[in-house]
């Protein structure tokens, strides 16, 4: 909902399962707004076809349904004959007639027959309902699988340009809403569609006229209904927006407690929630009281057509044109009627919602995927480390250029530093290189091998990184640092631990490799977060290394110990360091100065200063502030 | 979800309206069928079409009566439950600003934003569904009985033995359900944490070549879903059969004991009718009844998680007599403080004694985890110590009020939170009455005027929520104007200026000096160079201060303060 689409990667979701349009609930669920697929008719055979390999399980589920639906529709009317029996045995008293009787063996048959109807379709119903589980949950396994498969496949613009509310909203909820769709709606459509047929056809047999009473409400529950559900969707959007903005306020102050309470603003913030909050509740009742007027206006609808039943069938019965069980049948039937009918009126909405998601799922599905892979792809056995930049150019949107004829060399074991002011696009260097993102032209390549003509995967294992926003999962630390390198040991992964100098904080830790962290991994601190990152590289051991701001939030002091390894680490293998501190920046063989997502300057550090460009003015802007301190 | 009773307190009049009127409204329901068999056992039977007619007039007003009860019904609980959701929300909201610190961390904050929001609608709305369709079913209980055994009481034992298995059969499939339901939430989250994971870590795991081992993540959590769903499903797909095979089997044994009771002259055969509706009814109603166990377990698990923060105390309290502070403004004192985070073995700090004056500058140096911000987060009084005092103005802080004590500080936190509205009312948010004046000077000491003159708007643009149209750099600079602003006694800032440029940062300290004049001046930094020139340095190494003094005493005294310097600047930059 409205909420998923803000405060990516770190929100905890645990109802994702919402109870929102198209939940289903009958009647109650009526009068939401719905929303609506663009293309209805094709997304719904792609779903359908979804269905395809339970073709004989579904067969299955139409027969059962309507062999129970069938069996519990006759029943009615055999009950009816039993009641008339007993009535006319009745009526033969009270007229005193010689010998009358009630004929209970005919009742006990028809007893005995109906128990055997009621148990067959029971049976029935229930083997219906068991299968179903099975196809509808297979099919949204199967669906979620595929999008998984998909996500692992897009190109990293497809991430970059959606947040992570979105595309999970998309592969949970809308799967989800798909899935109790599948389960309970489809069933029920089976079910309604053959009662209501059956029901129709029953009455008719019994009464033409009095069908015509129980048929002729029928238009007149859909306008009620139609009316309502107009008027409380207007209720429903404004509570959807008192919702939205109520969320965004709460989040908002959660998030910025601290310096709500650090400059006294809290009064204000209750009282801005309050005024959300009664807005809220003004639209939030009187959707739920005229959305809640549907069902008693359709129960008295309903009503009006017993009332006329009973009328006009005493009377038809003392005009003898019908029995008195037929009465009893029919008041059956027209209950049985009425619910069927209100339900379709709602699995239209719920099927249309549920085309809406799987709509939602499939534009997952049918993104372009990454550039195939070359065919006769290339590998690298023994990685050097050298990468040549040749004419490259590069933009994230078409006409927006942002490298353009770049060209560098990098021969093994140097250090490249790229600086420049916050937000320069220093990442866009890495996307290029562990080809997260296709180049528009020019080449680049990894000891001599064009990087398109390698399998990503084997392109992306000559390279390690540390990124600048940690990434951990709900883990242990072991399992966390072993992520390097699938089966590492035991030895290598304390080893790594303690090339990256984690292994002394991860035992003071109550249970050291085995501490789980928690979904925030806030149980340990951001520097301690980077160690484990580190290690993690240490682990993969690459041949080239690339450290995103890596040590930025790694304090000083173990800083001093990070660098320390990293230099060890960095021995003989080329790497990439987008840096913040001179002392790293001075030592590269190379740097390159990025400035609104271009490469502005490369050189060393003398040449640029020589240069006096934009570098040596980032650079004496530091060194001046420093000579005016110290002295 | 028993315990959240509570807060329907103020609606217990609606309440009451409500269970009233389903009660009616149940009546009525079930006074249509009594009135038919009126008309089979009166008017049909003597062929009285009058009366029939009559009497069917009368169960139009009836119906129409039973409508009224039930929209009525349906007015009084949309309050109550809106109502009830508002309160709770209201009372959850202000509950979690007195929190301290310490308990958003214990909670967590998107956790307790999920809390605020979601859960509470989730319970609002089965409160909903409780008063209108979980009263009905004890109300057609106790009604059809009722009339039921005016009817017929011999045949009422049908009833007495039907209800009892349906009951058993509800309560059986509750019992198999209701922690299987459970399991599936669970595994629901499960699913949903891998796939979050997956996407938010998608470049690690691309680089790491560990694409295979995410999917076989993903297809074990959707395997374990599937499972427990089909299960679930499997077990749903028995209780509607059972439950029409148990109201069925009754409807027949109604018609074999009524016909023999009809046959013995003690009973009409209307009645009879009228009985089965009966029945039918309770059934129906039970049935419903059933239906809503599958909202229960959704539901208690985030009455769960409601209470969980109402019953989280805030250990921060002001004090019964607040006192003034007398000393010197914007003096703050450390005394042997220690404090240590809740379950952690070892203190944060310990022993921390320092003091810091008017007009100085202090600053504090540290590696990872050596409490830089776990201590300065004591002065604005977000924990409260272990042992020890902090003073503010010579008062301990846990002496005065927290808004006396926040008035006096200008803070500036590592992460700069900026809120929904424009850049001028952001940096108000530091001194409400400050005027356009004050605002620009503030913007333009934190070298945030340029950038605001690029936008479109300059001072009246808007900042989007969390801030996302800004950089990094420039949240830091609003949040320095904000603090600004406020001209505070004390100004704090928690590294501050990591997101700025060097030249930026240069600048931006160079401003700051005029500025801060007579205030007592705290910084947090990593780069030596933000603090080389402070009045005093401490040196904090594992939550102890190792060394005290400026950056030329410190480079003689201290090991550690040496090996920070040496990391970052070179040999005639320190000299």
């Given at each position: 909902m409205s909420k998923d689409s803000k405060n990516q990667g770190h929100e905890q979701n645990p109802g994702a399962r919402k109870a929102g349009p198209g939940g289903g609930f009958g009647p109650m669920g009526m009068g939401m707004p719905v929303q609506k697929a663009k293309d209805f008719k094709g997304t719904l055979k792609r779903l359908v076809s979804y269905l395809k390999p339970y073709k004989l399980q579904l067969i299955s589920v139409l027969i059962t349904a309507i062999i129970s639906t069938v069996f519990s529709i006759v029943s009615p009317k055999i009950m009816g004959n039993a009641t008339t029996k007993l009535f006319e045995g009745l009526m033969m008293k009270i007229n005193r007639v010689p010998g009358a009787k009630i004929d209970f063996d005919y009742i006990g048959q028809i007893i005995i027959l109906l128990i055997g109807l009621y148990i067959i379709s029971a049976i029935f119903a229930y083997l219906q309902g068991y299968i179903m589980a099975g196809v509808a949950q297979k099919t949204v396994y199967n669906l979620r699988k595929e999008v998984e498969g998909k996500i692992n496949r897009l190109p990293l613009k497809y991430f970059d340009s959606r947040t992570h509310g979105e595309i999970l909203s998309r592969a949970v909820n809308d799967v989800d809403n798909i899935s109790t769709t599948l389960q309970q709606s489809l069933t029920q459509l089976i079910t309604s569609v053959v009662t209501i047929i059956g029901v129709i056809i029953m009455m008719l047999s019994i009464s033409p006229l009095m069908t015509l009473i129980v048929i002729l409400t029928l238009p007149l529950s859909g306008v009620a209904i139609a009316k309502i559900a107009k008027k409380s969707q207007q209720f429903f959007k404004g509570q959807q927006k008192s919702l939205g903005q109520l969320n965004g306020h709460v989040e908002e102050m959660y998030t910025g407690h601290k310096v709500i309470k650090v400059f006294g603003h809290e009064q204000k913030s209750i009282e801005q929630f309050e005024e959300i909050n009664e807005k809220l509740y003004q639209s939030g009742w009187k959707a739920q009281f005229v959305s809640g007027m549907i069902m008693p206006l359709m129960s008295f609808i309903n009503n009006i057509g017993y009332v006329l039943i009973s009328v006009v069938g005493g009377i038809l019965v003392t005009k003898n044109a019908i029995k008195i069980g037929d009465i009893q049948a029919f008041i059956q039937y027209a209950r049985q009627f009425s619910q069927p009918i209100a339900q379709t009126a709602s699995i239209a909405n719920v099927i249309q919602s549920t085309i809406a998601s799987a709509e939602r799922v499939f534009e997952i599905l049918d993104e372009t995927e990454e550039v195939p892979e070359a065919v006769a792809a290339e590998v690298i056995t023994e990685p050097k480390g050298e990468v040549t930049f040749e004419h490259v150019a590069f933009g994230y949107k078409e006409n927006e250029p942002l490298i353009d004829d770049m060209n560098i060399a990098v021969k093994p074991g140097q250090r490249v530093a790229i600086v420049g002011p916050t937000g320069a696009g220093k990442t866009t260097l890495i996307n290029l290189l562990m080809r997260f993102y296709e180049i528009d032209s020019g080449t680049i390549l990894i000891d001599g091998v064009d990087t398109r003509e390698m399998k990503r995967e084997h392109l992306r294992s000559l390279f390690g990184m540390v990124l600048q926003d940690t990434w951990l999962f709900n883990s242990t630390i072991r399992d966390n640092i072993a992520y390097g390198r699938e089966g590492a040991t035991e030895d290598e992964i304390v080893a790594a631990a303690r090339a990256a100098n984690a292994d002394h904080f991860i035992r003071t830790l109550p249970d050291g490799y085995e501490t789980i962290l928690n979904e925030e991994a806030s149980n340990i601190s951001q520097g301690q977060k980077q160690l484990l990152t580190i290690a993690r590289a240490i682990l993969a051991n690459p041949a080239i290394l690339i450290l995103d701001e890596a040590t930025s939030s790694v304090d000083t002091r173990t800083e001093v110990q990070i660098q320390k390894a990293m230099d060890h680490l960095m021995k003989g293998r080329t790497s990439f360091v987008i840096a913040h501190r001179l002392s790293t920046i001075r030592d590269a063989d190379l740097i390159l100065v990025m400035n609104h997502g271009s490469v502005i300057e490369k050189g060393t550090h003398e040449e640029l200063l020589e240069k006096d460009g934009f570098y040596a003015d980032l650079y004496n802007s530091q060194f001046t502030s420093n000579q005016r301190n110290a002295g | 979800m028993i315990k959240l009773s509570r807060f329907l307190k103020p609606f217990q009049i609606p309440i009451y309206f409500v269970l009233g009127l389903v009660l009616l409204q149940s009546l009525a329901e079930l006074y249509l069928p009594t009135l038919m068999a009126d008309i089979v056992d009166k008017g049909v039977v003597t062929g009285d079409t009058a009366y029939i007619w009559k009497i069917g007039g009368f169960m139009l007003l009836v119906a129409a009566g039973g409508m009224i009860c039930s929209l009525a019904a349906s007015f009084y609980s949309a309050k109550a439950a809106s109502g009830f959701g508002k309160l709770l929300r209201t009372k959850v909201f202000s509950h979690v600003g007195d929190f301290s610190l310490h308990e958003f961390d214990k909670l967590g904050t998107a956790s307790l934003i999920t809390r605020t929001t979601n859960d509470i609608t989730q319970i609002q709305q089965v409160l909903v569904m409780m008063l209108r369709m979980m009263a009905m079913a004890p109300m057609m209980c106790i009604g059809g009985i009722i009339m039921a055994y005016s009817k017929d009481s011999k045949l009422t034992l049908v009833l007495a033995v039907a209800l009892p298995i349906l009951v058993l059969a509800i309560v059986i499939i509750a019992k198999k359900g209701i922690p299987l339901f459970k399991a599936m939430q669970v595994k629901l989250d499960n699913l949903n944490r891998v796939l979050r994971e997956n996407l938010t870590g998608i470049r690690v795991i691309r680089s790491f070549n560990r694409v295979e081992h995410e999917k076989k993540r993903f297809d074990a959590a959707n395997w374990d879903l599937t499972q427990t769903a089909i299960k679930v499903n499997k077990l749903m797909a028995a209780m509607m059969p059972i439950m029409m095979i148990v109201l069925n089997l009754s409807t027949v044994a109604i018609i074999w004991f009524g016909g023999i009771r009809i046959s013995n002259g003690h009973m009409q055969v209307g009645d009879m009718m009228a009985f089965i509706q009966y029945a039918m009814q309770i059934m129906f109603s039970f049935i419903m009844l059933s239906m809503m166990f599958v909202m229960i377990p959704r539901a208690s698990v985030s009455a769960v998680r409601i209470n969980e923060v109402i019953d989280t105390v805030a250990d921060i309290k002001n004090p019964a007599n607040p006192v003034l502070g007398k000393g010197a403004k914007g003096q703050v004192e450390f005394r042997n403080v220690t404090f240590s985070y809740p379950g952690a073995e070892m203190p944060a700090i310990s022993n921390i004694s320092f003091s810091m004056n008017p007009g100085e500058v202090t600053a504090i140096i540290g590696g990872t985890g050596s409490g830089k911000s776990t201590l300065i987060n004591l002065i604005p009084r977000f924990y409260d110590v272990d042992s020890g005092n902090v003073l503010v103005d010579g008062v301990d802080v846990r002496e005065m009020t927290q808004e006396q004590l926040r008035e006096k500080i200008g803070f500036v936190p590592q992460q700069a939170v900026l809120f929904t509205g424009t850049i001028a009312e952001n940096i108000r948010y530091g001194k409400e009455d400050a005027t356009e004046d004050e605002v620009r000077h503030a913007a333009e000491i934190a070298q945030a005027n340029e950038f605001i003159s690029d936008m479109p708007d300059g001072f009246d643009a808007t900042i989007a929520q969390g801030g996302t149209n800004v950089s990094g750099g420039q949240k830091q600079r609003l949040s320095i104007a904000r603090a600004l602003v406020r001209k505070p006694e004390i100004y704090i800032f928690?590294?501050?200026?990591?997101?700025?440029?060097f030249k930026t940062d240069a600048k931006l300290r160079g401003a700051l000096k005029g500025e801060t004049g007579d205030s007592t001046v705290l910084i947090v930094a990593q780069r030596v160079s933000t603090i080389i020139d402070a009045d005093q340095i401490l040196v904090l190494d594992n939550g102890e201060i190792t060394g005290i003094g400026t950056h030329k005493e410190l480079m003689e005294s201290s090991a550690v303060y040496r090996e920070i310097v040496m990391s970052q600047l070179s040999e005639e930059e320190i000299a």
């Open positions: - | 928690d590294d501050s200026f990591s997101a700025l440029d």
